[in-house]
C-alpha cells in the first residue's frame, strides 16, 4: 500500500446498514443498499497492471482497470439527470475483521477498526476494495442532490484469488445490450427526446412503402424475419441523424423529462445541425420528410447501385449511408437557407453534379471502414 493508504482516520468509525445474507457456493453474500456518500467515502480502486511474469495472484487483482476520464465526466452528468437510477448491485470487497453481521437485525457493520483489537486501524477510505462499479462510484462523487442509495454487493473475507475470480466473472462474461434494441426501447418513453424521435423517424422510412429505406433498415440488431436485405443497422441510422439533432441528446432528455425548454440552434450552428430548430418545435414529420427526399434524390441518381444487394457495393450500406448523411450539411449550406430544410429540387441538382456513376460505388474505390466512408464524403463535399 501507498503511504496515503496507511494513514488512519483520527476516530473510530463504525457504518451499520440493513441488509440480506445470501448463501451461496462461494460464500455468503450480502446485498445491502448503501447511501451514496458513504459508498464513496469506504470505497477504493486497486489499480494496478498485470505483469506477465508474475504469478502473484495479488497482481492480477489490478483487475481493477484505469479510470476512464471520458466515462467518469458522462456519469458525474448522468447521475444529476431526473430519471438518473443505477439499478444493478454495485460489488465490493471486505477483510472478515472489518465486517460483522447480525443475524438478529439483518445488519452489517463495517468499521475501520478490527475486531481483534490488537491489530492496527485502517482508514475508513480503505474498508471495502471495489470488484466492479468503479466508474459509478467516481460518477457519483459528482451528485449533486440529496438521496442516490445504491444497491451494493458485499463479498466478506473473500481471498484475493476469490476476488480476482468474480471480477472475471462480472467483467469478461457479461454482455451489452444491443445499441439497436436500446434505441428501440426509447419508442417505449412518454415523454419526448433526441433518441425517440431519431428511433421514430428511422421506424417510419423503414415502413412506408414508398421510403428509399423501405424494409431496409435492421431493426433490434437482428434480421427480420421474411426481409432479404437490411444493409443499415437501426444503430447507425439513429446515432447519424441524431447528431443532427442535439449535440448533448442525453442532457436534452433530462431537459425534456424536467419540463424545460430546450434552446433552439444559434445562427452558427444550424449549419451543423440543421434538423435541430425542427426537433425543438416538434416538427418532426418535416425532419421524416426532409430525409425521404434527400434519400429519394440519392436513390433517383443512382438507381442501379441503390438496388445492387453485392457485397461489393457500398451505396446502399453503412458506408454510404454515412457519407451521404454528413455530406446534408454541406448541400444545406450551398443552398444557404438557415432552416435545415433543402427542397427537393435542390437535392436532384446536388447529385447530378457528383461525378459517380453506379458502377464507381465499390469496395475498390471506397474501402470498408472509416476510410471508405472519409473518401466518399470528400467527393461529395467537393461539389459546389
Excluded at 414529420?285 to 444487394?309: D, G, Q
Aim: with cysteine.
Amino acid at each position: 500500500m501507498t503511504e496515503q493508504m496507511n494513514l488512519v482516520d483520527p476516530d473510530p468509525v463504525t457504518l451499520k446498514f440493513e441488509c440480506l445474507k445470501a448463501r451461496q457456493p462461494i460464500g455468503d453474500v450480502f446485498l445491502a443498499s448503501i447511501p451514496y456518500d458513504q459508498l464513496v467515502k469506504i470505497t477504493y480502486f486497486d489499480v494496478r497492471r498485470v505483469l506477465q511474469d508474475d504469478r502473484d495472484v495479488e497482481r492480477y487483482l489490478g483487475i481493477q482497470r484505469p479510470l476512464i476520464r471520458s466515462r467518469v465526466d458522462g456519469l458525474q452528468k448522468y447521475v444529476n439527470f431526473f430519471d438518473a437510477s443505477f439499478p444493478t448491485a454495485i460489488i465490493i470487497a471486505v477483510e472478515e475483521r472489518f465486517a460483522d453481521y447480525d443475524e438478529k437485525t439483518k445488519t452489517i457493520s463495517l468499521s475501520n477498526v478490527p475486531r481483534d483489537e490488537s491489530q492496527p486501524e485502517i482508514p475508513i477510505r480503505n474498508i471495502a476494495r471495489v470488484l466492479d462499479g468503479q466508474h459509478r462510484i467516481a460518477g457519483l462523487r459528482g451528485f449533486e442532490g440529496d438521496e442516490f442509495d445504491v444497491p451494493v454487493t458485499i463479498f466478506v473475507g473473500a481471498d484475493i484469488a476469490d476476488q480476482a475470480h468474480i471480477f472475471a466473472t462480472v467483467n469478461l462474461e457479461q454482455q451489452k445490450v444491443n445499441k439497436s434494441l436500446t434505441y428501440d426501447l426509447y419508442s417505449l418513453a412518454k415523454s419526448r427526446s433526441p433518441q425517440k424521435t431519431c428511433h421514430n423517424v428511422a421506424v417510419v422510412l423503414d415502413q412506408d412503402k414508398n421510403s428509399p429505406f423501405y424494409m431496409r433498415i435492421k431493426r433490434l440488431g437482428v434480421s427480420t424475419d421474411g426481409r432479404k436485405f437490411e444493409p443499415i443497422s437501426q444503430a447507425t441510422f439513429v446515432e447519424a441523424l441524431m447528431a443532427f439533432v442535439s449535440a448533448e441528446p442525453k442532457v436534452d432528455r433530462d431537459k425534456l423529462l424536467k419540463g424545460e425548454l430546450l434552446e433552439k440552434a444559434a445562427a452558427d450552428e444550424i449549419w451543423k445541425r440543421p434538423f435541430r430548430n425542427m426537433f425543438v418545435e416538434e416538427r418532426d414529420l418535416k425532419i421524416v420528410e426532409v430525409v425521404f427526399n434527400y434519400f429519394s434524390a440519392v436513390k433517383e441518381r443512382w438507381p442501379i447501385a441503390w438496388a445492387n444487394n453485392d457485397k461489393g457495393n457500398m451505396l446502399n450500406r453503412t458506408n454510404g449511408f454515412r457519407a451521404f448523411m454528413r455530406a446534408y450539411q454541406h448541400v444545406h449550406k450551398l443552398h444557404r437557407t438557415p432552416t435545415g430544410v433543402v427542397p427537393k429540387p435542390f437535392m436532384d441538382e446536388f447529385m447530378k453534379k457528383v461525378p459517380l456513376e453506379d458502377r464507381d460505388f465499390n469496395t475498390d474505390n471506397f474501402k470498408p471502414g472509416s476510410a471508405g466512408e472519409a473518401a466518399l464524403l470528400s467527393v461529395l463535399r467537393d461539389v459546389q
